[in-house]
């Protein structure tokens, strides 16, 4: 065995291996003076009480409380420069347009594959630390093959090098670039870039920013459609700004995931539920841009499952931690402690197509395992801006090590 | 000398040994290139270029940014259990009274005064992790002489054995306790427990809770005339729930700090400006009950100096990281990053009386230090959810050493 991990005062984890909706996504396992037995990077056995004998290396969590790694379904965290100067604008009052993505773009454009590496790894490192295995990181600031294929290489690096894992988004109709026409950009993505990026397995999913001011549903539509025949999941940027029907559009193509959703419309949700896709939410940027809050209980009650991610990103979200994002979904959109374990877990990796290997603490799944200085769950959420981590697992192996060790 | 701190990229600290108001508090010092000389815990000298040969012990902060050491001006952080469930009942959309209060007495009435210690100190450590070198805590959870004094006691060993600087205040006016009636207790306070706290020389301040339900502004004066006849410097909790004339106390009263003020009136605003009171604001505690934000513009605009604390405790507030609160000045009170850093330095240290040894970085002043992750300050409040420090220094000890070393 490679660890065994006792000692735990409450494991709590969703379980099973899809999404879960409705009532589901609040009914958590809880086992108390429980163990978890590691083999070959993945979870081997569960039990409580005494624990098997055992010889190799043995983590003792004293009563502390262990939850599965927690898993970040959407940044765009590999980029170049910041906009702290927008973010000081925007706090005099000036108003978001998304605008300043262009000023991400030129820095990013600018950067080699190698800055964008050393500039991502110590975020990606802080995220890690806050209890976070697995993230979701989109391309978007390149806007042209060569940038574009740049970020995904930066990102195949990162996740050859960290401890974590990345998913990979293909996220060209992020913005159009102002050096092409909006149409010849289009054709572009379908024709040129998307049919690159799958042939190098660079992308595991396809997104697009599906709002006014951005991409048509037309628009989405064409790039979707493509991006699905090349064998990329679908993930929908979805009326974030303002209505436009992305949702719709999301169930529709039976896109594995739409995103933000702070206007969706009630035709929308319902969509989004009969099509079993997971809509990903990201209050961080509402709390930042003073927006309205995702409506988290109209899409739980109307059996949508409901993921949450940082969106962390140097325009709208300079906001980097999942647990914060757990504070705020119990404070602002009245999620259940419950339900937002379950977003930041079996949700989130089923909005990347991963329940079947991550987002509980199930035998056969993989390792990846938060040991936080707590003695109950709740606590995660309700201590808020100190970093409760105790310990890290990803696939078996101590990533984060107790303070005292 | 005892260390010698070169290759600052860019060194940001307010000027001055009293606290800032009006446009004083938005003129930083920043200076590129700089270097900061040691001896004795104290800071020896600050230069600019070429720094001088020194044969001891030398940070080279590569380009990166320094700070003075952040200074929490309000926190209750010795307690004993915590208020999860009135945390999530709160989030279900009941409403914040203050009568969650006495959970908070009870558990901790129950501690000893090591397991106060031992609960708080991680707690605090974490805040020094965030850069925060001194913090101000107040008592309050016992509303008895001895919890009281059991409190204070936990507080000055903490204040012994923490490489961080306590600034211990006596708030047994916190609430009214349920055993003894109202006048019997205010007795208390004034007959027995003020004489025997400054007499044990266990806190520095008293401060008083004036607000609705809780203690009246006469009863508040008496309290704090005899903490001010016993040589203890005044705080007061003005005008957090409702307008009860608080702020017009302190200012009276020429206390050192009106703190909370959600619901100061203009009147108040002038009399904390014509008797030079830092109005210390809490914006953290407005953002969990969902309350307006503090008027921090209106008492900028009048002159007010204002400081800036996190206020954390287990009730409205268990949210303990003040590069946050920061963050949320910025955010959602209109304040400037200049304003901001001097809230959470100069002027908080004013809002201590201790302007004269901390707050600032110059010749004389205590040594401690914050050394950023980051080129520019305005990046501390923009990147959120990150810890960013990469060193922290406290009376010319490196206290938090970089993650490389």
């Not at 108390?32 to 003792?60: E, H, M, W």
């Not at 490192?125 to 993230?135: F, I, N, P, Y």
């Not at 026409?181 to 054709?187: F, S």
Request: with cysteine; charged share 20%.
């Amino acid at each position: 065995m490679d660890l065994l991990i006792l000692g735990i005062g409450e494991l709590v984890t969703p379980k099973g291996s899809a999404a879960q909706a409705g009532r589901a996504q609040r009914e958590l396992v809880v086992l108390r003076n429980a163990y978890v037995a590691i083999r070959g990077g993945r979870i081997a056995a569960i039990g409580q009480g005494r624990c098997p004998s055992f010889s190799g290396p043995v983590l003792d969590c004293a009563g502390r409380c262990v939850t599965p790694g927690l898993v970040d379904p959407h940044t765009h965290a590999v980029f170049a420069g910041n906009r702290v100067q927008e973010f000081l604008a925007r706090a005099r009052g000036e108003k978001y347009t998304g605008g300043g993505i262009f000023t991400t773009v030129r820095a990013t454009r600018a950067a080699s594959e190698e800055e964008l590496v050393q500039l991502a790894k110590p975020r990606l490192l802080r995220m890690l630390a806050q209890g976070v295995t697995t993230v979701e990181v989109k391309s978007g600031y390149g806007l042209s093959l060569a940038d574009e294929l740049k970020i995904l290489r930066a990102i195949r690096r990162l996740s050859e090098t960290l401890p974590m894992a990345l998913v990979p988004t293909f996220m060209g109709a992020h913005a159009f670039p102002p050096e092409v026409g909006r149409d010849e950009y289009v054709r572009l993505l379908v024709e040129e870039m998307l049919p690159v990026v799958a042939k190098d397995g660079l992308a595991r999913f396809c997104d697009v920013f599906c709002d006014r001011g951005f991409y048509t549903v037309e628009e989405a539509r064409r790039i979707l459609e493509a991006a699905r025949r090349l064998g990329l999941g679908l993930k929908v940027h979805a009326d974030e700004l303002a209505y436009v029907g992305a949702a719709e559009l999301a169930a529709d193509l039976r896109a594995t995931s739409a995103e933000h959703l702070l206007h969706v419309s009630e035709e929308g949700i319902q969509a989004l539920a009969r099509g079993g896709t997971v809509a990903v939410l990201l209050p961080g940027t509402a709390f930042l841009l003073d927006e309205p809050y995702p409506p988290a209980r109209r899409l739980i009650e109307a059996g949508v499952p409901v993921a949450l991610g940082t969106d962390f990103n140097p325009g709208s979200c300079p906001l980097a931690s999942l647990p914060f994002i757990m504070s705020l979904a119990v404070l602002k959109l009245g999620m259940t402690a419950e339900e937002v374990l379950t977003a930041v877990t079996l949700n989130a990796a089923a909005s990347l197509n991963l329940a079947q290997e991550i987002g509980s603490v199930e035998a056969g799944k993989r390792a990846d395992l938060v040991v936080w200085d707590v003695r109950a769950f709740e606590e995660i959420p309700y201590w808020m801006g100190q970093n409760l981590v105790w310990a890290v697992i990803k696939d078996g192996s101590l990533v984060i090590f107790p303070p005292d060790k």
